[in-house]
Structures are given as structure tokens and as C-alpha cells.
């Protein structure tokens, strides 16, 4: 059975229509809803689709052209992103405003249409205005028609958090030099499925079934596990992994692991599994952080719930212990860039996130179009893109290590569009003492994914080969950060990216319709004339 919310739909009808539909056309209305989903803060403001939240997941098989029909029924722009999809040869259809389009004005209409070329478990968000935030989220799985593992039945669990108040209220607290930093904890609701209690999931004896687990929050972590059964990890953020036994996932903003589990011989038993909500930068309270659900594995109806303990030797998933099923080898090393992740207070007042100490700003001209735009060789000059958009130029087809670091009081799950990552090393920042985390010598094939997590005072070294010419943000998944400036724009190839497939003229209009241009440099303007860009930011000494 594949389950999702409330629903089972019978696995093999399922595939049987996804074999069928080269062509996946959903029709999003985005538009305001009123709703209380936690059925304990009361009633707000939220954005769903067609009048309804959850927003229904999105199933296709890889090969499969999904086309997202999406009218804007907000009152400010809007845009969708499909995280994890690469977007390779349509960087224009990634859906980060300002960075690869301008977002679909308020009242307006736009299709997004794409490969899903690659199998493994996704979701779609909105990337503007932060509004994945309010609702605008839902997972999108994408089949594979030659499975490298078998299972029975394969069943979702997306963990949300829900806070009571807008995220543009929450930003504009983080952001008033005239409040306390940082904001008192808000304590969020958690969502499973879309709903305030834990969705059951039925087995049957001798079966074996996948999980997948996408944690689709603003800000919080959730873990995840079976008591009583033992997990194999099989993927992480779309990619395979050789089969890992773990007792338990832990999972950053963003990402997301499929699991297989082993049904019992007898079902003289049913079983709970547990997800627990969490956020290690806001004070411990009771009820509220961490906050426990509890879900059925059901094998009989009325079976008693068996008593179980947890192992000694607990393991909870890590990813650099895990092997991609690939066997690629580590990438050699063409460029080492390295990045220091910061908090500070500027002069304005103001409390920034920053990257290299440079805070990001979205440019007036959207970047991708910048690049596509310009004379050559000005587009390959970082300067060119603003300086808040913090451009890195790669060329095309070098292996890059990013060595970033993270010297801030609050660990990052940081995201990048168009690429995943080969995680090369984990190590601290000030405890020369403590041993460093380095890749499975074992298998030599490091494990790959695209949203990893940056430990407080540790540092990450993470490889890829610049193969996708685009425009590709790296930024925090927590959208709080995001939103205060914890974000660079790649410019990959930029040579090879003007020879690719133009940007539809439906995109261009919807610049048009907001009196955005289209062509120039960061400021709309020719050559290294950034006039009316604002100024950048000082951090306060």
C-alpha cells in the first residue's frame, strides 16, 4: 500500500497510472486560506492550494514531464521550486525569485514544466516571500521503474513544523533594531501528513516496506524511529545509499531518507513509531520542545501493542558513515572555496545573517537573466551580479570542495539548488582534539545529498563537479535565516549556459507585469553602473 494523510491507494493501481502518464499535470490556484491545523493555536492566515491545506502530494515516475499549472490568487508574487530536481538544461524553471525568475505576479498565470529525471523523494515549495513557511509546501516523489531494492509497500511521512504567526511577522521581529535579539521562542505545532496526529501504517507479516521521511519544517528538527524494528537507510535526499542499519533518522530542514523495514513473522502484535519534534537553540519546555507523537504499525486490528525498549547501543543515521550506492569515488579537487557562516549586528541596528560576512540581497534584475544578458566577459565578472548577491563563478566542468564553516551559536542545514554533494568530512573548529569524520574508507564512495547540516563550531568539506551551467543558490533551509541573508548565488558556467535553451518568453512577462527589467547587470544597468542597488549593510565593530 502507498499511504499518505488518510488515504491508501493500492500500490500496484498507483504505478499502474504513473507507467501510463508520460505527462503529470497538476493545476495549482494559490491563494489564502483560514485554517487551524493544529487544532490548539486557533484559526490564521495560511497559503493553500485550490482553497485547501495539506496540499495533496505530487507522485510521477522518472522519465515522467511534470507540468505545474499555477494561477496567483496572493496578493504579492509567488513562485515554486522542486527541491532536489536538478533542472538540468531548465535552470530557468528552479523557482527562486529574483535569483532564476521574477515570481508570478498577483493575479497572473504561469507553467512551470520540467524532467523528473531523477528518481527519489522530493518536495515542492514556494521560494518567495518565504512563503513555504505559511503552507506552501507539499512532497513530490518521484518513482523509479527499475527499483535497486525490493519492497512491498511504500509509504510517506512528511513532518512539518506550524507556528501561529506569518513568517513576514516573525522576520520583520528578527529584523526591528528596536526589539530584542533573537525573538522569544515561539514553540511550534508539529503536522504529520498535513495533520496533528500521527498516521498509522499497516504491515503485513513477512512484507518489507520503504519509508520515506521528508522533513519540510521552517526551522525545526525531527526524529524519527521504529522500536522494534530495525531500519536500513537505502537514500537520502534523492540519492541511493549501499543499505545502512540505523535505529533511528535525524533529520535538518530540507531533508529527507527512505528507509526499509522488515516486517515481523506474525502479527500477533502491532507497534508504535515515534517522531519527535525538536529545536536545540530554544530553551527545553516541557510539551512544547521537544514535542512527542506517537503513530500505529498496525499488523492486526485490536493486535495488543507490543512493549518494546530501546537498544543499548542506539545508532542514529549519520551521513558520512553512508555509501552511495553508486560507488562513485571521492572527486578530486580542482578549487577549494572556503565559506564561514555568521550572525552579526550592523550598524542599522540590525541583526544579519551573512556568508563571508556579506549578508545576501536579492538584485533588481533576476540573475540568471543577468548572465544571459550581459557582454562577454562581463558575466563572468562576480561584480557584475551586485554585492549582495554574493556571485561565485564556476567554470564549467571543475571539481569544487567547499569548506564551509560554521563558527555561529546555531548549526545550519544548508541547501543547494541544482547539485548534489559528495560529504568528504565533519570536523571542529576548535577542539583540535576531537577526531575527525571523514568518509567510509570501505566502500570509497562517498555518500551524496543536497541539504547537510553545519554542527556549531565544525566545519563540513563537501565535493562537486560543476556539470549543471546555471544559477544556483546555497543557502539555509532554516527560512528565518534565509530571509536574514544566510545565502550565495552560484553562476556556473556561465559560457556554456548562454548556448543552452532560452528563457520562455511567458517568464520574461511576468517581469514585465511588475516593472522589473529583464536585461543588465544586478541594477538594471550596463557594464559596472550598480546605481540604485542600496548599500551594503557594515557589521557593527
Not at 22 to 32: K, L, Q
Not at 113 to 122: L, N, V
Amino acid at each position: 500500500m502507498f499511504l499518505y494523510g488518510r488515504v491508501a491507494i493500492a500500490v500496484l493501481l498507483l504505478l499502474g497510472v504513473l507507467a501510463s502518464a508520460a505527462r503529470v499535470v497538476i493545476s495549482w490556484d494559490v491563494g489564502y486560506v483560514l485554517v487551524n491545523r493544529d487544532g490548539s493555536s486557533g484559526s490564521r492566515r495560511a497559503i493553500g492550494v485550490n482553497g485547501a491545506l495539506p496540499i495533496p502530494p505530487v507522485f510521477a515516475t522518472k522519465g515522467d514531464t511534470l507540468v505545474l499549472n499555477v494561477h496567483n490568487s496572493l496578493d504579492v508574487s509567488t513562485s515554486i521550486h522542486a527541491h532536489g530536481i536538478f533542472q538540468n538544461g531548465t535552470n530557468f524553471m528552479d523557482g527562486p525569485a529574483m535569483v532564476t525568475q521574477c515570481g508570478i505576479p498577483p493575479g497572473h498565470n504561469f507553467t512551470y514544466e520540467y524532467a523528473a529525471d531523477h528518481a527519489g523523494t522530493f518536495w515542492l515549495h514556494g521560494h518567495d516571500h518565504s512563503q513555504n513557511s505559511d503552507g506552501l509546501r507539499t512532497p513530490l516523489v518521484v518513482h523509479d521503474s527499475k527499483k535497486p531494492y525490493h519492497y512491498d509497500g511504500d509509504y510517506l511521512l512528511s513532518l512539518e513544523d506550524w507556528f501561529q504567526f506569518e513568517i513576514a511577522d516573525r522576520l520583520k521581529n528578527s529584523l526591528d533594531p528596536t526589539q530584542t535579539f533573537p525573538p522569544p521562542p515561539n514553540y511550534p505545532y508539529s503536522l504529520l501528513n498535513g495533520y496533528p496526529t500521527a498516521p498509522s501504517f499497516q504491515f503485513k507479516p513477512g512484507k518489507t516496506y520503504r519509508i520515506r521521511v521528508i522533513n519540510m519544517s521552517t526551522t525545526e528538527w525531527f526524529q524519527f524511529n521504529l522500536p522494534g524494528h530495525q531500519m536500513r537507510v537505502i537514500e537520502a535526499d534523492g540519492e541511493y545509499s549501499q543499505p545502512s542499519a540505523v535505529d533511528g533518522l535525524d533529520l535538518g530542514p530540507g531533508q529527507r531518507y527512505s528507509v526499509l523495514v522488515a516486517a515481523h513473522p506474525t502479527d500477533s502484535h502491532n507497534y508504535h513509531y515515534n517522531a519527535t519534534q525538536y529545536a536545540i537553540f530554544d530553551p527545553k519546555l516541557e510539551g512544547r520542545n521537544p514535542r512527542y507523537y506517537q503513530g500505529l504499525i498496525e499488523y492486526r486490528k485490536g493486535a495488543p501493542i507490543m512493549a518494546t525498549t530501546e537498544p543499548q547501543n542506539f545508532k542514529w543515521v549519520n551521513d558520512i558513515e553512508l555509501c552511495a550506492l553508486s560507488g562513485n569515488p571521492p572527486l578530486p579537487v580542482d578549487r577549494q572555496i572556503e565559506l564561514s557562516l555568521g550572525l552579526y549586528q550592523f550598524t542599522t541596528g540590525q541583526t544579519f545573517n551573512t556568508i563571508n560576512n556579506i549578508t545576501y540581497a536579492p538584485p533588481k534584475v533576476p540573475s540568471l537573466y543577468s548572465t544571459l544578458t550581459l557582454d562577454a566577459p562581463l558575466y563572468t565578472n562576480e561584480a557584475v551580479y551586485g554585492p549582495q548577491t554574493h556571485a561565485i563563478v564556476l567554470k564549467h566542468l571543475e571539481h569544487i570542495e567547499l569548506v564551509i564553516k560554521n563558527p555561529s551559536v546555531l548549526l545550519h542545514p544548508m541547501h543547494l539548488h541544482g547539485h548534489a554533494f559528495q560529504i568528504i568530512e565533519y570536523g571542529s573548529i576548535i577542539n583540535q582534539s576531537e577526531p575527525v569524520l571523514r568518509y567510509s574508507t570501505k566502500c570509497n564512495a562517498p555518500m551524496q545529498r543536497d541539504t547537510f547540516v553545519v554542527p556549531v563550531n565544525h566545519y563540513v568539506k563537501l565535493r562537486f563537479r560543476a556539470d549543471n551551467p546555471g544559477v544556483w543558490l546555497l543557502h539555509c533551509h532554516m527560512d528565518v535565516h534565509f530571509g536574514m541573508g544566510m545565502a550565495l548565488t552560484f553562476i556556473e558556467a556561465p559560457d556554456v549556459l548562454r548556448r543552452r535553451p532560452k528563457v520562455p518568453e511567458t517568464m520574461l512577462e511576468l517581469c514585465r507585469a511588475q516593472g522589473i527589467r529583464t536585461e543588465g547587470n544586478g541594477a538594471g544597468n550596463a557594464g559596472f553602473d550598480l546605481a540604485g542597488l542600496p548599500t551594503p549593510p557594515t557589521i557593527k565593530p
